[in-house]
């Protein structure tokens, strides 16, 4: 059976793009379980040289949400701090007439230390386990476990749209991380 690659942005603090060029290399590139979209080495993309922020995130959901069905979260120490991936998970899970959301899932990192807010928002914190929108998971370590981590957020765009949580205001300023 053949892999369903899905667009796939993706989101992460730059303190981490070693991590994270070796997780495009591998798994996009090498063994193809997913084509990577967003700015970044590994990533085909322009970079946005704007101080405007609503102009940065147009420019975003045109070049790399609007044609990407995943938006995978690259979790390491600081990127709960960083407000670009605030707004890039809050574009992504924009709902509208025109607009359908992103499957949102989040890998951990080694240095993992905690979800981005708006990411913790739509996991469930409920005991015993309510379903959520968001999914997350270790890194992983096949092609066959990434693939079906995509897959299954990019299904939860249909089946669990209903459960998205994006009300707070966008991250204003970084947040520091020691």
């Not at 991936?85 to 905690?114: A, H, M, Y």
Request: hydrophobic share 35%; proline share 4%; aromatic share 10%.
């Amino acid at each position: 059976m053949a892999i369903v690659r899905r667009k796939c942005f993706i989101s992460y603090h730059h303190a981490d793009q070693d991590a994270v060029n070796a997780f495009v290399r591998r798994f996009d590139h090498e063994r193809d379980s997913f084509i990577a979209r967003g700015l970044g080495e590994e990533m085909p993309g322009d970079v946005i040289n704007s101080t405007n922020t609503d102009y940065v995130m147009a420019k975003i959901r045109e070049r790399f949400l609007s044609d990407s069905t995943v938006t995978i979260v690259l979790l390491g120490r600081c990127t709960w701090a960083r407000r670009y991936v605030d707004w890039e998970i809050q574009s992504s899970l924009r709902r509208g007439e025109q607009t359908i959301p992103n499957g949102l899932l989040g890998i951990k990192l080694p240095s993992f230390t905690s979800f981005p807010q708006r990411f913790h928002d739509n996991l469930s914190s409920d005991w015993p386990r309510v379903d959520c929108y968001a999914r997350h998971m270790e890194y992983p370590g096949s092609t066959e476990e990434l693939v079906s981590g995509i897959e299954a957020a990019y299904q939860r765009r249909a089946t669990h749209a209903h459960l998205i949580v994006n009300p707070r205001d966008r991250m204003g300023y970084n947040r520091q991380c020691q």
